[in-house]
């Protein structure tokens, strides 16, 4: 998990103020600096309960742009420093920015302004690879990677540090913590799936998601380190066009991916005989 500062708001009404502004050609402009941080505030707030908003004087957090230099040879993105009052949030002037389009040479501005957030809420680096608060923006292109929004790690990190949600609490001493859970494509086709936490709307992230051949076998195992055994899953699967959901999922299963009597996309525990598919 995300280390966790001893820095934090301790109110909820946080007043964020542009200092100055920045156009980087038809990439980057400055509403879509504006919408772009407003998209990564809401990104945090359901997860630390903190309502972001713009103000034009007495900020809370100012945002201001800069020459940061660089660090193992990289260009720095930004940065947070918490030592005046109000902290400041600092983007990189020198870089290659992009509003809405992936491309190794340029750095995706939502993907960056989540991270810096995440430092300006209170939290350092995490050592998972696909949390925004990797300290490494990594992409097998070279490049960095297009943004799909916070993690798992990201949202436990928050909550841990602003609401102490007990169903989010890590439980490494659980032996469940190491065991599987599978899903089995019996259709004809390739299918997407996706996990979520069932009853927790404002997770508004999957747990675990890929695809399935026909006929394969996928292993989904939640994070170690917070895996809780009276946890209950929602499961989407998406193929052909069509859509399945099956809610409260206990851990340690098999669900198995079928058409159905009307041939429709279903899932289903294979424990139940084949004449009593839904």
């Known amino acids: 998990m995300a280390a966790i500062k001893k820095r934090r708001w301790w109110k909820k009404d946080i007043g964020y103020q542009f200092l100055d502004t920045r156009d980087f050609g038809q990439g980057l402009r400055q509403a879509d600096i504006e919408r772009l941080f407003a998209r990564a505030c809401d990104k945090w707030a359901p997860h ?9 004087s007495n900020p809370d957090l100012r945002v201001n742009w800069g020459n940061l230099g660089r660090k193992n040879g990289n260009i720095v993105g930004g940065q947070v420093d918490g030592s005046p009052t109000p902290p400041i949030l600092t983007f990189s002037d020198d870089a290659h920015w992009m509003a809405t389009q992936f491309d190794k040479d340029f750095m995706d501005f939502l993907y960056c302004a989540l991270h810096e957030l995440g430092h300006a809420i209170g939290l350092d680096h995490s050592e998972d690879k696909d949390a925004i608060m990797y300290p490494i923006y990594e992409h097998p292109s070279g490049g960095l990677p297009f943004l799909q929004g916070l993690s798992y790690d990201d949202a436990v990190a928050a909550r841990w540090l602003y609401t102490g949600d007990g169903s989010l609490s890590e439980h490494p001493e659980n032996p469940l913590a190491d065991m599987i859970s599978a899903l089995y494509n019996k259709t004809q086709t390739s299918v997407e799936y996706k996990m979520y936490l069932t009853g927790d709307p404002i997770m508004g992230l999957d747990l675990g998601h890929g695809s399935i051949e026909p006929g394969h076998v996928t292993y989904w195992k939640e994070r170690s380190g917070a895996m809780n055994a009276n946890r209950k899953y929602r499961v989407r699967v998406d193929g052909g066009g069509e859509r399945a959901l099956l809610d409260d999922v206990p851990p340690l ?13 279903a899932i289903f525990y294979p424990a139940l005989p084949r004449d009593q598919w839904p």
Do not use: A, M
């Open 48 to 56: 630390c309960g903190l309502n972001f908003h713009k103000v034009g």
């Open 253 to 265: 299963v098999t669900l198995t991916i079928v058409r159905n009597k009307q041939n429709k996309l």
